[in-house]
């Protein structure tokens, strides 16, 4: 026992803990900024990802996966905060969330993600990317006022005064917050180069962080007028514990929306969780697996300390556990080391988070944001053809038009009603001869006949001309739908009328004058 311990406080000492640190550098700025898409509190992403490092990873079963606040959930829980009107009842409905990710993996219905179409799930990711995307230009540029889409940027464009509405829209943006988001922006794309694998000795997200703070000293420290206002500052408290929201239960069920929403963010926090412990499974360079159920459990216990504690809702992040399969880490304690960092720097040093401009965390989210929307994204799914591109492009209007929930809905149906146009079999075979000068037909039904037939059949039916005879086989058939038998049994009875003599074979009649 002692030699196991030994073991593993090393393996923590050479791998985990600067694993764990590396984790949490990507992390801080990234919960910080999506708090800040979503609307919420900015302590609620760092609750949430402490909530992720220190009770989600030890529950679950994976190695390397790390959670937290996720890019992916912004929109839904910026619209679902607005809709509710109080950010203690949304909490209920992030409690909700956890509470149906906790019955699924109970129930080890872990495989869910596998039965949403590949081109919706991608769509519902761009479209969310085009969201994010622009949700953080008002902060890129430092736009002071609310109605940047409504009105503020639109009106630029406007016949009358085109000048005088250019001088008053420059009025309210702020320089310093431009200059920051090139330099934020620059930074991160030229990290992503492969030539500057060198040079990320610092994570990128860190860094653009730290040259936000060290370019708004520098403007301030000169006086300038570029300088950010206190407003343009993330605005996190000394004591974040003194100011946590916790959820109103005496609300719980007031709404129907709190059920609503609670279901919906779950079953897009579970697709988010699922396909991002898939991808940092690739990259485990000791094959393990991830049990999928196990993982829905932990995440379901952490989205309800989320709700408890009064964090946003949490999902497996892409990003995060692959910064922890690049920093070396072996061990869940990688991700459970991040939580504790995060966790003492809200404690111990809330007075640098303060310091950090809005502007370098939207540099962060617009490329984050544009990865989940890439053009190159679009060609590829118009290249897989219009069965796939179809559905995709459709997911992503319907939900920029409307909500996620009809988005997904709609694509679903489309991609459903594809794979039954092109994927069922006709299950009877149609042959025509003549006998004097009579037509004569059959139909010989194969192996299982379902309602997917039933249109077609019916259309072949209705072709059978007058004064012909027509003989139908289910001779050969394991199974025959009973839809196919009432619109057999149903033509025969009305086929006299028609002079049509039918026959049939190995076809049992139903009783078709209760529907007359």
């Excluded at 431009?178 to 610092?202: D, F, G, M």
């Excluded at 579970?270 to 940092?280: G, N, P, R, S």
Aim: aromatic content about 10%; glycine content about 8%.
């Amino acid at each position: 026992m002692k030699r196991k311990i030994k073991y593993y406080r090393l393996l923590w000492l050479k791998h985990d803990l600067p694993a764990g640190l590396s984790v949490f550098f990507v992390a801080l700025p990234l919960c910080l900024g999506i708090a800040l898409a979503s609307g919420a509190p900015l302590y609620s992403g760092i609750l949430s990802g402490i909530i992720g490092g220190l009770v989600v990873s030890l529950v679950s079963g994976s190695s390397l996966s790390v959670s937290g606040p996720a890019a992916g959930l912004t929109t839904l829980v910026s619209a679902s905060i607005i809709s509710l009107g109080d950010y203690k009842i949304f909490l209920l409905a992030v409690m909700v969330a956890g509470l149906f990710q906790l019955l699924l993996g109970l129930l080890k219905l872990g495989s869910i993600a596998n039965y949403f179409p590949s081109s919706v799930i991608k769509g519902m990711l761009a479209a969310i990317g085009i969201i994010l995307v622009s949700k953080q230009i008002p902060l890129a540029i430092g736009y002071d006022q609310p109605d940047f889409w409504t009105s503020g940027f639109l009106r630029l464009f406007s016949d009358e005064n085109f000048l005088g509405n250019f001088k008053n829209f420059n009025l309210h943006i702020r320089r310093g917050a431009i200059l920051i988001t090139i330099i934020s922006l620059a930074t991160l794309i030229l990290l992503q180069r492969p030539w500057a694998k060198k040079l990320r000795v610092v994570p990128a997200p860190l860094l653009v962080v730290i040259l936000g703070i060290v370019v708004n000293y520098l403007l301030t420290h000169l006086n300038s007028d570029f300088s950010l206002k206190p407003n343009q500052l993330v605005n996190i408290p000394s004591n974040i514990f003194a100011d946590i929201s916790f959820p109103d239960f005496s609300k719980l069920f007031s709404n129907t929306e709190i059920w609503k929403d609670g279901l919906i963010i779950g079953l897009l926090a579970t697709l988010e969780t699922l396909l991002c412990v898939e991808a940092v499974d690739k990259l485990d360079k000791h094959n393990r697996i991830t049990p999928v159920n196990r993982e829905l459990i932990a995440q379901g216990i952490g989205n309800m300390t989320c709700g408890l504690l009064g964090a946003i809702p949490m999902t497996a992040v892409v990003v995060r556990g692959a910064a922890n399969a690049d920093a070396g880490g072996r061990t869940k304690f990688s991700a459970f080391t991040h939580g504790v960092f995060l966790l003492l720097a809200v404690a111990l040093i809330p007075f640098l988070l303060r310091m950090i401009p809005y502007a370098s965390l939207a540099g962060i989210l617009l490329i984050t944001g544009y990865n989940l929307t890439k053009p190159k994204l679009f060609r590829n799914m118009w290249g897989l053809g219009w069965k796939q591109f179809f559905p995709f492009i459709l997911t992503i209007i319907v939900i920029l038009a409307t909500d996620l929930l009809i988005g997904v809905t709609i694509g679903l149906l489309i991609s459903i009603y594809f794979i039954v146009l092109n994927n069922f079999r006709v299950e009877y075979k149609v042959t025509k001869t003549k006998q004097h000068q009579t037509e004569v037909h059959l139909i010989r039904l194969n192996s299982n006949v379902t309602f997917l037939n039933k249109v077609n059949l019916r259309k072949t039916l209705d072709s059978i001309a007058p004064y012909s005879v027509l003989t139908i086989d289910g001779s050969d058939c394991n199974f025959i739908d009973y839809d196919i038998l009432e619109i057999i049994s149903e033509f025969e009875t009305k086929a006299h009328d028609r002079h049509i003599e039918v026959h049939l074979q190995g076809i049992e009649k139903v009783n078709v004058s209760a529907l007359h």
